[in-house]
């Protein structure tokens, strides 16, 4: 485990700040331990690092070619059994998340999105424009200058890469901000980034709290920022950014997605994707489907199916170190007390019915029982509000048209899932759902190659795919007189 809590222009350091932070192991509660707080002159010199490395250090220089080769060599290093170890070892300690998830499907992921974006590298291009009044037009897309990334916990190596990975295949420069919750786990990535050879200054890591990404938000010399998190401090970001320097800003900023299933649905299918693909990461997903519509002809069978599931998802929950657990403990104690604070409100006054769970796992650790409720009121905080755990809501519709108007009954739109056997009808509907991602007939997972990112209060801007890579270039615009 890292001893230095800051990655600041190619060395690890604690810097000046005093301010701590202890981080618990959220399936025992022991004490992992404590790290220092990014304050103003940790921020300041991070990013004054990311300048000189952009302006005048050897990344300025750098081919596309040599950036695509850099983020491949590095992707190769997390790939090595004993990196992939390591970071195991840290996100199981920080976040309870399971060993076998990690070392399976997010470490792959992670590097699978490196090497994507280091093949973007070289591939930056412009257009021609044929001659009008004797001037010849050209564009070219340029780099922004230093990035910022607030990343959030759940998934922090992954959107790390989502962030970081296509800002440098762009040619900027970068300050990550990781979680105070689960700071270890980039830091083991900031090691290896020395590791592979990036210059000085390229990349920087910061740990910290919200003071530290406001200070990021804020700050005149940072020309654009991404954040994934909640709502209310993606508003603050944005504000904090409009009242700087206007930078360039992207939000990802959770939902409360829909998962329509029709009457001609395959009912084993949805009934997978509607509790193992819900409960990935114990509801700790951004787009976690956790309003659930069932058309009324099919209610009752499917209802009592997915309550087995759910029930069953208990003997696969535990200690996240174990490889046959799926499903780990909530991040922290708070976290666990949240979702705990809307189930007690689901059971009071809500109006619904509680199907399954509802209580906590265990005594020890941040475990919560995977839980539905069956018909809550639409202004009910378990209806309306992300809880971000293993809580599920449940209504039913008689027409296609009112399970359009019940998936769009949202604030949110990063995500639907739609489940039939008419290709027709489920392109129709996918049209008519206001998420920027829909999936059909299985619950989604982001991809590369496409854009993720959401409607509504779910965000602005798209990450992933080659939206992701054009969010950190600017377009310029050259006309030359022909003439002269």
Not at 80 to 86: F, G, H, S, T, Y
Not at 307 to 317: E, L, T, V, Y
Not at 414 to 443: E, P
Not at 458 to 482: D, F, H, W
Request: aromatic content about 8%; glycine content about 10%.
């Amino acid at each position: 485990m890292a001893t230095k809590s800051q990655f600041i222009n190619n060395e690890f350091t604690d810097g000046s700040s005093t301010d701590k932070y202890s981080v618990y192991n959220p399936a025992t509660d022991d004490l992992v331990g404590a790290i220092t707080l990014a304050r103003a002159a940790e921020v300041d010199a991070a990013v004054t690092a990311a300048r000189a490395a952009y302006e005048t250090g050897p990344w300025s220089t750098f081919t596309g070619a040599q950036r695509g080769a850099l983020m491949n060599k590095f992707a190769d290093l997390l790939l090595l059994p004993e990196n992939i170890a390591e970071i195991t070892k840290a996100e199981v300690d920080a976040m309870g998340q399971p060993s076998t998830i990690l070392s399976n499907v997010l470490i792959p992921s992670c590097a699978s999105t490196w090497k994507y974006y280091a093949g973007w590298a070289d591939k930056i291009e412009g257009q021609t424009f044929d001659q009008e009044d004797g001037f010849w037009r050209m564009t070219r897309y340029e780099s922004i200058g230093v990035c910022a990334g607030i990343g959030p916990w759940n998934v922090t190596i992954m959107i790390m890469a989502w962030k970081m990975a296509p800002a440098l295949a762009a040619g900027n420069t970068f300050v990550f901000k990781a979680s105070e919750k689960s700071p270890y786990s980039v830091l083991v990535l900031a090691r290896l980034f020395k590791e592979a050879g990036f210059p000085d200054g390229v990349v920087n890591i910061l740990s910290g709290d919200g003071q530290t990404g406001a200070l990021l938000a804020s700050h005149m010399d940072i020309d654009k920022i991404s954040f994934t998190g909640s709502g209310p401090s993606g508003r603050k970001v944005m504000e904090a950014a409009s009242r700087s320097n206007m930078k360039k800003v992207t939000l990802e900023l959770g939902g409360k997605s829909p998962s329509l299933v029709f009457a001609d649905a395959d009912i084993e299918n949805a009934l997978l994707g509607n509790s193992q693909g819900f409960l990935f990461n114990s509801g700790q997903v951004c787009a976690a489907a956790s309003r659930l519509f069932v058309h009324s002809s099919i209610a009752e069978t499917f209802i009592s199916g997915l309550k087995a599931q759910f029930q069953g998802a208990q003997s696969i929950m535990g200690d996240p170190s174990a490889p046959t657990t799926m499903l780990g403990p909530l991040a922290d104690t708070r976290q666990m007390e949240s979702v705990l604070r809307f189930i007690e409100s689901g059971k009071t006054s809500s109006g619904a019915k509680l199907v399954v769970g509802g209580e906590r796992h265990t005594d020890k650790g941040a475990f919560v029982q995977p839980t539905i409720f069956l018909n809550p009121g639409k202004e009910s905080s378990i209806y309306k509000d992300e809880i971000f755990g293993p809580v599920l809501t449940v209504l039913t519709f008689e027409t296609e048209e009112e399970a359009i108007k019940l998936a769009n009954d949202t604030a949110f739109g990063l995500s639907a899932t739609i489940y039939t056997s008419s290709t027709s009808r489920a392109l129709r509907v996918a049209s008519k759902v206001k998420a920027g991602t829909v999936a059909i007939n299985g619950a989604f997972l982001p991809d590369n190659n496409t854009p993720f990112g959401g409607y509504k209060q779910s965000g602005s801007g798209r990450e992933l795919g080659k939206e992701g890579l054009m969010a950190y270039l600017q377009a310029k615009t050259i006309k030359i007189n022909m003439g002269v």
